[in-house]
């Protein structure tokens, strides 16, 4: 059974950082593009990024490029989503998903972001 | 940016009706796009890849199509389980850009 687990969210001020962190089980990880999503409280989703099977080649919503660096580490099965300097308007469920050719296929049940003082 | 409008954002209907939702791009995407739905408080689920094909698991009722730059997602008959949001999204150019969603109601 494919799983995702999102970890790393929580409470954090305005110009900080965060790392968020996704567990992939259930599937060959590195045969797979990774990308991330979020929703705002009340909001629809967002795309955020993805990278490809060995992240060499990534991809961000420019509202986040020079902020957000997405990483991988296939031996641990993990994508991570490293986020700097941090605005209220990145509070949001972040949702890290197994990408198939032209789809998302998978998703994780998310981590909460909120950013305020 | 590609963008996805659908139509309409809110739907009330009832159990075993007949529903579409449209989903309009601002330019040809082929056929990279796809439906998911999603509950309160539960990440998404893929219901149809491709514009058209039904991912594993999920019921027949639920189709897919496509007219140019059209989009559409059909439920044919309204179970109980259905009253979500449903989104489409689109994987033809990046960023892959999500509609703005659609509420399915009880009536």
């Known amino acids: 059974e494919v799983q995702l687990v999102e970890s790393g969210g929580g409470l954090v001020q305005p110009g900080g950082s965060l790392r968020l962190s996704c567990v992939g089980s259930?599937?060959?990880?590195?045969?797979?593009?990774m990308g991330w999503a979020r929703q705002a409280p009340g909001k629809g989703l967002e795309w955020v990024g993805n990278?490809?099977?060995?992240?060499?080649?990534?991809h961000y919503v420019d509202d986040v490029k020079g902020r957000f660096t997405m990483s991988r580490d296939n031996a641990k099965s993990t994508v991570f989503l490293q986020m700097n300097s941090l605005r209220g308007e990145d509070t949001a469920v972040y949702y890290c998903?197994?990408?198939?050719?032209?789809?998302?296929?998978?998703w994780g049940q998310g981590t909460l972001v909120t950013v305020s003082s | 940016d590609i963008q996805l409008t659908q139509s309409p954002s809110f739907l009330s209907a009832s159990v075993g009706d007949r529903v579409t939702i449209t989903c309009r791009a601002s330019?040809?995407?082929?056929?990279?796009l796809v439906w998911c739905q999603q509950k309160p408080g539960k990440a998404p689920k893929l219901l149809i890849y491709?514009?058209?094909t039904l991912q594993s698991g999920v019921p027949s009722r639920f189709s897919g199509s496509r007219s140019g730059t059209e989009f559409t997602l059909t439920i044919s008959s309204l179970q109980p389980e259905d009253f979500a949001t449903y989104y489409c999204?689109?994987?033809?150019?990046?960023?892959?850009?999500f509609g703005q969603g659609t509420k399915l109601e009880i009536k």
């Open positions: 998903a197994r990408e198939s050719p032209w789809r998302s296929d998978y």
């Open positions: 330019q040809v995407i082929n056929n990279f």
């Open positions: 990278m490809n099977e060995d992240g060499s080649e990534i």
């Open positions: 491709h514009a058209s």
């Open positions: 999204q689109q994987f033809d150019s990046y960023p892959h850009t």
């Open positions: 259930g599937f060959i990880f590195s045969d797979h593009w």
